[in-house]
């Protein structure tokens, strides 16, 4: 999953993306989103969920014959639970599923972000490796850490002498 967050400039990447590779465009918003191509939810009209089950629906349909190389899911959500759910689709259900190689997740950026951030606890995971972590299995503790809400990581290194 590539995840995009903010809340400008985002339906010009989604249109790029879709100019670029014909990745299909899956758009959950209160207002019609300014694609040419995408399949539209109303977020009045329907859950996250049903939105969700209704892209699933939609990729087995289309994945018959083989995977689709990417996909975009476009809203301008900021609830973190609800976003939370869109992760969860798109990681055990759209890629880990088969569907779909590559979901680029669009949200929208939390206006209170910093503000929690004053309410945030500091944590601190210690371990030792007997072996360097690879970019991929860097990029993947990361977006572990990230799932449980876990930000602002630091990975400090120390060396031991023995």
Sequence with gaps: MIKVTGNVMKSEIANAIQHYNKAPIYAYC????????CYYVD????????????????????????AIPMIVI???????????VFEDYVISNYEHGGYVGTVVLMTRWMKNCFQRRNRMKEIVIKGTMDE????????ELLDTLMQFGIMDIEI????WQI
Excluded at 46 to 65: M, N
């Design 30 to 37: 209160k207002d019609l989103p300014p694609f040419t191509e």
């Design 43 to 66: 977020r009045n009209e329907g859950t996250v969920q049903e939105f969700c089950g209704f892209v699933l629906h939609d990729l087995i349909e289309k994945t018959k014959d083989g």
């Design 74 to 84: 476009y809203t301008n959500e900021s609830d973190l639970e609800n976003i939370g």
């Design 132 to 139: 360097e972590l690879t970019p991929t299995e860097y990029e």
């Design 156 to 159: 400090e290194e120390k060396l």
